[in-house]
């Protein structure tokens, strides 16, 4: 039997080092804007309790009806491998006791989160996010802020035509309203409603409906009732104050009264951003307000708002718009050939002394021939070569190769280390 050849599960991928440089450039970028903004990081657990998403993000969302990945441990506990960011950070919060702390509380995070679904493309099983979150502030300067973080993000990383749509879905006081003329306006073309997914919804989460990528679905959607025109004062007040505030930044964005979100949580401001390129998934960025979610959760009434951002979508889009990451400064690396076993120690010596030097060095791989060696350090982009063999152990010396000049020069072994200090 030949041995099995095992590849990446379906729906992940490996992020190889040619790959690398846009991750770098995406993590310094959302680090020093994160920084600017005044956001402090956050690492939480990449499992959870399996009723905190229950609780936080909805039973009945398709999170968690059909995507999570959901088991029991060995000590019996139900476990779920994190799908979104949002509800770990409010456990964390509530847990640390950083409501005790002076308020709102600012902070973001980045890893790999995991849902089970169809892969397509700019939908993953594992997929890597970024996002941010504003706890303890109510206002709408809040959302602006959230929103402004986003933004200027994309922007940084060259990302200029996404559009940003806005939305509000009202709170409790006037969400039932919007939510009974919205079930009385599907309930009378139900006729219409093909999909056993969408008729549930509509006795157990209308807003859902809004939320359908089925074709079928997009006429009705289209034609339904839009909760901007059903808030209440208070709601009004938030939405008007929000609207100003982008206007006021010069932060162009469009009222998309039907947008909701795929989560249970959200209240009032909802948006996405996204650029301009076909198909279903190509949403980069996704947020809103979520003021009741600390409650769900056993904490105190508290406001917070916060999106999260597609990394890997992001970078679909940073190669999409042709965009070059910057080029690795350049710094000496240096390989080690030898020939000889008594080179080969020489060599082992000298590739430690210049890493504890902080000089990247790498010892040429053995019982190759100098030829192949220095074909090796030519595929690792090393800079300079040196060469130790048993005629230059005798004479004391080693011979130092400029790859990049073509030019060798032989240095007294005594006082090589402080010549490559210097290259």
């Known amino acids: 039997m030949s041995p099995q050849r095992f590849q990446a599960p379906r729906g992940t991928s490996d992020i190889l080092p040619s790959e690398q440089k846009y991750w770098r450039l995406f993590e310094d970028k959302a680090s020093e804007l ?32 059909k995507e999570t990945y959901t088991f029991e441990d060995r000590g019996g506990d139900s476990i779920t491998l994190r799908p979104e960011g949002t509800p770990p950070v409010c456990r ?7 409501h005790n702390l002076p308020q709102p509380i600012r902070l973001y995070y980045h890893g790999s989160f995991f849902r089970y679904d169809r892969p397509q493309a700019g939908r993953y099983r594992e997929l890597h996010q970024f996002g941010i979150e504003i706890i303890g502030d109510s206002s709408a300067y809040a959302d602006v802020e959230v929103i402004e973080v986003a933004w200027r993000l994309l922007k940084s990383l060259e990302i200029h035509d996404a559009t940003i749509l806005l939305n509000s879905i009202g709170d409790q006081q006037c969400r ?35 939320d359908c990528k089925e074709d079928t679905c997009q006429t009705l959607i289209a034609d339904s009732p839009g909760a901007i025109d059903y808030l209440c004062k ?58 009741g979610l600390m409650e769900d959760l056993g904490g105190q009434p508290t ?10 979508r992001v970078i679909t889009n940073m190669k999409r718009l042709e965009v070059s990451p910057p080029q690795k400064v350049h710094r000496t690396k240096i390989v080690v050939a030898h020939i000889g076993a008594a080179a080969l120690k020489t060599g082992l010596t000298l590739s430690s002394n210049l890493r504890i030097n902080s000089i990247s060095a790498i010892l040429a791989p053995s019982e190759r021939s100098l030829k192949s060696q220095m074909k090796y350090a030519s ?45």
């Open 303 to 312: 406001p917070a708002i916060g999106f999260g951002m597609g990394i890997d």
């Open 34 to 65: 994160a920084d600017i903004f005044g956001y402090e990081r956050i690492d939480t657990p990449t499992f959870e309790d399996a009723d905190l998403f229950v609780r936080g993000t909805g039973e009945s969302t398709d999170i968690i009806e």
């Open 92 to 98: 964390a919060y509530l847990q640390s006791g950083m």
């Open 176 to 210: 039932p309203d919007y939510i009974e003329n919205l079930q009385s306006y599907y309930r009378s073309r139900a006729n219409m409603l093909v999909h056993e997914d969408c008729k549930r919804r509509l006795e157990t989460n209308p807003l859902r409906l809004l």
């Open 234 to 291: 208070d709601c009004m007040a938030h939405w008007d104050s929000l609207v100003s505030h982008l206007e006021r930044l010069d932060i162009a964005f469009e009222i998309d009264k039907r947008l909701v979100r795929g989560l249970d949580y959200y209240t009032r401001t909802v948006f996405e951003m996204v650029p301009p390129i076909e198909g279903q998934q190509s949403t980069v960025v996704a947020g809103g307000r979520y003021d």
């Open 379 to 423: 595929a690792v982009d090393a800079t300079h070569v040196v060469i130790i063999g048993d005629v230059e152990l005798g004479r004391g010396v080693f011979v130092v190769r400029d790859l990049v000049k073509s030019k060798q020069i032989e240095v007294s072994s005594e006082v090589a280390l402080e010549h490559l200090r210097t290259l």
